[in-house]
């Protein structure tokens, strides 16, 4: 890192009123976190081992209780159904985006179309969506874009905020994952996809074209180039990319909650712990939910410090 | 360079090949236009339904309005204005935000700075603990921090939701600033001290100057948080008369329901000053995204 | 809204004060973090008393007969009323706004042309229902249902659950039923739900059966009876279902071309039996301006305003049925205060814990018709709970 600058010519008493600077321009920050990140976040780890309104403690129960009551249960495998195909989706779309429009003229332009959802709020995607999504049964006029698109396709109009069987989904998915999830990440990864292409498309631009055209000239074809090539290289991106996805699946409220409150079995643990907190005013429960949360998110701050600290190493 | 071959050539083989190219690729520009359109068609749906009268909007899709007569009105922004308090939402959501992204950019340029160019015990523990802090979710800090508020007295007042967006942006600011700082030209600091300057005069006069387009972005992304937040200003300003348009429109849902031409411009004010903001000042914005991001 | 600053306009002139008002589902939410957080609003319209005992039980209301002239309340309000607001003896809430729920609306100039009647009985309403899906006339669906309502989904499944209990186990079982004295398993209990599971599952019923039913809202609902052509026969929703209608079709004429009639009998014993809500309003914060404020809002006066201009019923006796705006509405008061056995809505006399349980139940029992017993187990558990803990028995 960067040297030691001093704070003027030097001499002891310098270097004593030195020491404590650092700390004067640190005090604001430090303060500001402390009162409204840090102690929260103690109080709430306390709160989750004592009963609902923490009167008295209460062991581990509320712990036991998120991992039995089938309600909870939901709401954790909706996370991880947030976190598989959200992530992945959205990597995935963001990845195609980026090397199309690498190739093309009007890329800015391109990417700006993809990218502008990220500006709104999730009220207003919500708004959007669930407009997009509204049913009206079989034999009245749809009003909302998807199923006005599906019906003219033949389909049944479908309840895409609730659960509706669609009968090729359902044969592989088992009871528990409904498909109204889907219809909810689908929203999350319009708005997402944009972040992830731009980033992905930095990367990109990074990757030397020497080599890239050194293979080519080798007789590599594009897909073979893409996958030997431009992946490995691009894999640090990705994994930013990656993480940042996988702290919003799992800190995931607004938009579930706009849509649909939790209801018709799309509950994840952000909404479910709102729901404890201000429905069932049951504090040490909604406490363990946001203890968990947290600790499904431990490994997203390991990698991120260990992937901050290899890279100052290098600096 | 291919280019630079090409020109020699007669003009007429130019154009043959130059269209050959282009049809060669029509399926990767079919794709690319066809995927930027449908990304686009959500909010544009939203933009149409919200200019056809209540009638319209509950009997036919939207995409049927682009047929004669072409029936548009403005008479639903008009309500939505002034009966359901959109124009003081949007006054408001500003007063929120405003301060709300200049605080925490301040105060954690100084933090960040002190991070990236001065050296003290524990710095790179207390970085790391920033950088965790970065993940904890708002949820879990809510009541605790609300007790604080009204301990204090300031609960519901808009210097209270001030503070509360400043803690909460801090993390984010001081990471990415600080990354941003490291990256600046040691010979430029170290000359600058060496001609006897203070720490305060090298950061003003030196140091900001040059963050600034690190600034632009961390102010553009801070800003777009705060404006488009509802958890925070629905738990921390329970004032009816200071909610923000996100609040607002939340009430509208549960008040007008059904009624998709109001939610739809409802939704579409809010959506302006982001939409502005994002077109006017991309550049800064990627930028941000791709120092904070890719340089870790 | 508009109504309710109309109604508040005269106070404002008179004594200068001003309200401020938030209107938010988010209800609970909202209130939970300021009380927890020691700084509530002054005054609250609450929608169900079930959080007033709550709140007085946990000592954050102000009782109302430290100030207000309680022989003018025993003057303008029926006992009843005065009994369901006091917890302990010491009134906390007045009401105001109430609405019968046991109102069926229809389209009588649909049913005259079909040569349909309004069926008096609830197995009437079953063979009319089955008469609708055989005949295939216009409307083709005998009923409209919508329970999409955000974060409250289903609270108008517990509105038909509670009318059926009301009608077919009489008002001794319904309260015990909402006082916890018996379980959500009972077999009575679980019959309501059947009952109304049966409106809901039988084929052709409902448009979109009991998905749509779940995607709908219960305002759009509203509007399936008196669309042009009509989509459905019926739809079962409280008296404040006219402001909704009135709304959105501002060219109809209220009991000509839409009415309601009573939700027909189960047990002939209960026959005539309501169930309805209020809004009650209830004081956290004791000053002058919310003592002023209260008094007002429960004066004839003031609630008369709001009568004229459509929409609310009020219980307050002194309030010229002739104020009423059209017959239906009068209808509507009437059957409030002449019915012969009352209660309040079931759902918003409970807990705020079992009520949200109570709703996520109906959804549940759409989506998952054969595991009912399962579900009242579920709000079985959060009633336990929630009864347990506050060691409280409703009014």
């Given amino acids: ?315 | 360079m291919k280019k630079e071959l090409m020109k020699p050539r007669a003009g007429f083989e130019d154009f043959a090949s130059r269209l050959k190219i282009l049809l060669s690729r029509f399926p990767l520009h079919f794709f690319l236009v066809g995927i930027a359109l449908l990304w686009m068609t959500p909010a544009f749906g939203l933009l149409t339904s919200s200019l056809r009268d209540a009638a319209a909007v509950a009997n036919s899709g939207w995409w049927t309005a682009f047929q004669p007569p072409f029936e548009f009105t403005l008479e639903n922004y008009q309500q939505v204005i002034t009966q359901s308090r959109m124009g003081a939402g949007f006054i408001n959501s500003l007063i929120i935000a405003i301060p709300g992204t200049v605080i925490p950019i301040l105060v954690a340029a100084f933090a960040a700075f002190a991070f990236a160019w001065m050296r003290f015990p524990g710095r790179d523990i207390l970085f790391i603990l920033v950088v965790a802090l970065l993940i904890v979710p708002v949820q879990m800090t809510l009541i605790p921090v609300l007790r604080l508020l009204t301990d204090l007295k300031i609960a519901g007042t808009f210097p209270a939701i001030w503070l509360a967006h400043t803690a909460y942006g801090l993390p984010f600011a001081i990471f990415l600033l600080r990354n941003f700082f490291v990256a600046l030209p040691r010979e430029l600091l170290e000359s600058a001290y060496l001609d006897g300057a203070s720490n305060m005069r090298v950061f003003f006069r030196l140091v900001l100057p040059l963050s600034v387009p690190a600034l632009a972005s961390l102010a553009i992304f801070q800003f777009l948080w705060v404006w488009n937040d509802l958890l925070v200003a629905l738990v921390i300003l329970q004032d009816p008369g200071k909610a923000p348009m996100t609040v607002t429109i939340t009430n509208l849902v549960s008040s007008y329901g059904a009624q998709w031409q109001l939610l739809t411009s409802a939704a579409f004010i809010s959506m302006i000053l982001p939409l502005v903001i994002f077109f006017a000042l991309q550049r800064y914005f990627v930028q941000g995204i791709l120092t904070g991001a890719v340089k870790g | 809204m508009a109504s309710f600053q109309a109604m508040v306009a005269p106070w404002h002139e008179k004594t200068g004060g001003v309200m401020e008002f938030t209107g938010t589902r988010d209800l609970m939410a909202i209130l939970t973090t300021r009380v927890e957080a020691g700084n509530p609003p002054d005054v609250v319209i609450l929608p169900n008393p079930g959080q007033m005992v709550e709140l007085a039980g946990d000592g954050k209301l102000i009782a109302l007969d430290s100030f207000l002239d309680m022989n003018r309340m025993r003057r303008e309000y029926a006992q009843g009323w005065l009994d369901l607001g006091s917890v302990n003896g010491r009134l906390y809430g007045i009401f105001m706004k109430a609405a019968g729920k046991g109102t069926i609306w229809y389209n009588p100039r649909v049913f005259a042309a079909n040569g349909w009647k309004e069926p008096a009985t609830w197995d009437d309403l079953i063979a009319f229902s089955d008469r609708i899906v055989t005949e295939g006339k216009t409307p083709a669906y005998p009923w409209s249902v919508g329970l999409e309502s955000g974060e409250a989904s289903g609270w108008p499944a517990t509105d038909w659950i509670g009318e059926i209990l009301l009608h077919e186990s009489g008002g001794k079982v319904y309260d015990q039923w909402i006082n916890h004295e018996i379980p959500w398993t009972d077999p009575r209990i679980k019959s309501a739900w059947e009952k109304f599971g049966r409106i809901v599952f039988t084929p052709g019923y409902v448009p979109g059966g009991a998905i749509g039913a779940l995607a709908t809202g219960f305002i759009d609902a509203s509007y399936l009876p008196f669309e042009d052509p009509p989509k459905a026969a019926m739809y079962c929703l409280g008296s404040f279902t006219q402001e909704f209608i009135a709304d959105q079709y501002p060219g109809l004429v209220a009991g000509e071309d839409y009415a309601f009639f009573p939700f027909p009998a189960i047990d002939s014993r209960y026959a005539g039996a309501v169930t309805g809500g209020a809004d009650i309003v209830v004081v956290f914060k004791d000053t002058p301006a919310t003592r002023s404020f209260v008094n007002y809002l429960t004066s004839a006066g003031a609630q008369e305003i709001w009568v004229k201009r459509g929409g609310f019923t009020s219980v307050n006796k002194l309030v010229d049925l002739d104020a009423y705006p059209d017959a239906l509405s009068r209808k509507a008061a009437e059957q409030l205060t002449g019915a012969t056995i009352f209660r309040f809505d079931a759902d918003d006399s409970m807990p705020s814990a079992v009520q949200k349980s109570f709703w996520e139940g109906t959804l549940n029992y759409l989506q998952n018709p054969d595991k009912l017993d399962s579900s009242l187990t579920d709000i079985e558990s959060r009633a336990v709970e929630a009864y347990g803990q506050a060691g409280l028995i409703p009014e």
């Fill in chain 1, 1 to 315: 890192m960067a040297g030691w600058l001093r704070s003027g010519p030097g001499g002891k008493s310098i270097n004593r009123r030195g020491r404590l600077i650092p700390w004067l321009w640190l005090l604001p920050s430090f303060l500001f976190m402390a009162v409204f990140l840090i102690y929260p976040v103690i109080d709430t780890l306390l709160i989750s081992f004592m009963n609902r309104d923490s009167s008295a403690c209460a062991g581990a129960a509320n712990y036991q209780y998120v991992f039995t009551n089938s309600a909870a249960q939901t709401a954790l495998l909706n996370n991880a159904l947030w976190l598989v195909f959200f992530t992945v989706l959205t990597v995935g779309l963001g990845l195609i985006f980026a090397v199309l429009t690498n190739r093309v003229r009007y890329e800015a332009v391109a990417k700006a179309a993809i990218f502008i959802p990220m500006a709104i709020s999730f009220v207003a995607a919500a708004v959007i969506w669930r407009f997009m999504y509204t049913f009206r049964p079989e034999g009245f006029t749809q009003i909302g874009l998807v199923n006005a698109v599906a019906t003219n396709l033949g389909l049944d109009p479908t309840a895409w905020l609730v659960q509706q069987p669609l009968p090729y989904i359902d044969l592989l998915l088992p009871a528990p994952l409904h498909t109204n999830n889907f219809a909810l990440i689908a929203v999350g990864i319009w708005m997402w996809t944009g972040f992830a292409m731009v980033v992905l498309s930095a990367g990109l631009k990074g990757i030397s074209t020497e080599v890239i055209e050194a293979a080519r000239v080798d007789g590599a074809s594009e897909w073979q180039i893409f996958r030997r090539i431009i992946l490995p290289m691009l894999s640090p991106t990705i994994a930013v990319v990656a993480t940042t996805l996988v702290i919003q699946a799992l800190k995931n409220f607004d938009m579930v909650w706009v849509m649909t409150a939790g209801n018709f079995g799309t509950d994840v643990v952000a909404t479910l712990m709102f729901k404890e907190m201000f429905n069932y005013h049951d504090f040490g429960r909604a406490a363990a939910m946001a203890v968990i949360l947290m600790v499904a998110l431990l490994p997203i701050i390991f990698i991120t410090i260990r992937r901050f600290r290899s890279q100052g190493e290098t600096r």
